[in-house]
């Protein structure tokens, strides 16, 4: 009986055990920018997604700019949101802009004519989202969100995202290179660059799970973590950018 029971309570065990490791697995696969983040001892504060695509041209006249701006806001779910158009002889731009308490949006409709008329015009939509996460799943959210938002238009989403997080104080002579090497292990990164200054490091790698590359040197990279030192707030500030990091830091 006690054998059994020994075997019986080893099963269950197991059986836990395959659920936690499952869950992580797929947790990593989904979020490996955040759990980047983590592991170099930083909450994730803010992320940006931005993206933009080119959309079919055809049918499409500067009035229709203005739609699409607006249906891209209304498919994001919001509103509230400022309008404004720019205008050149070759370019026709509808910007819509939100912001509120630890979020902006912007989206950018455009049409780039050639000057030379047997080229057809050129229609760009943009899509950027800054935000404060309040969950873990939120970037991905807002990632599945936005490219979703483009294919409805006929584009393909080219995506950058960013996240932003911090240390308190100042890093000791080496602590920098330890917290980002930290950081590539996490992600399994394996390191194509580093650059290193006073008060600020930026390494940039390549993650065989993250789909979307860029090609820089006949190398690809898909991942850039930057740690920087801001003595008026004195914080280490990391930011981790997939392919690259896409905004100032």
């Known amino acids: 009986m006690k054998y059994r029971s020994r075997i019986l309570v080893a099963a269950i065990c197991l059986v836990f055990l395959c659920i936690i490791i499952g869950q992580a697995k797929n947790s990593f696969e989904r979020e490996p920018l955040s759990a980047a983040m983590h592991a170099m001892g930083a909450g994730v504060e803010e992320l940006s997604v931005n993206a933009w695509a080119k959309l079919p041209a055809a049918g499409q006249s500067d009035a229709d700019l203005e739609d699409v701006a607006r249906s891209a806001m209304a498919q994001l779910g919001i509103s509230g949101y400022q309008l404004s158009k720019h205008q050149t002889d070759y370019q026709r731009m509808v910007r819509a802009e939100w912001v509120a308490d630890y979020s902006h949006a912007v989206v950018i409709a455009e049409r780039i004519s050639s000057t030379r008329k047997s080229e057809q015009d050129e229609v760009y939509l943009v899509v950027l989202v800054e935000t404060k996460p309040g969950s873990e799943t939120e970037?991905?959210?807002?990632?599945?969100?936005?490219s979703e938002v483009?294919?409805?238009?006929?584009?393909?989403?080219?995506?950058?995202?960013?996240?932003?997080?911090?240390?308190?104080g100042k890093l000791e002579d080496g602590e920098t290179s330890i917290v980002l090497e930290n950081g590539f292990k996490t992600a399994n990164a394996t390191m194509i660059d580093s650059v290193r200054y006073d008060n600020f490091a930026s390494d940039t790698g390549y993650v065989p799970g993250i789909t979307d590359y860029l090609e820089v040197g006949g190398k690809k990279v898909n991942i850039n973590m930057a740690m920087r030192y801001s003595s008026y707030d004195d914080r280490t500030y990391i930011t981790i950018g997939s392919p690259v990091i896409t905004r100032e830091y």
């Open 150 to 168: 483009i294919k409805n238009f006929g584009g393909f989403p080219r995506i950058s995202t960013c996240l932003v997080g911090w240390l308190d």
């Open 139 to 146: 970037l991905q959210a807002w990632q599945n969100k936005i």
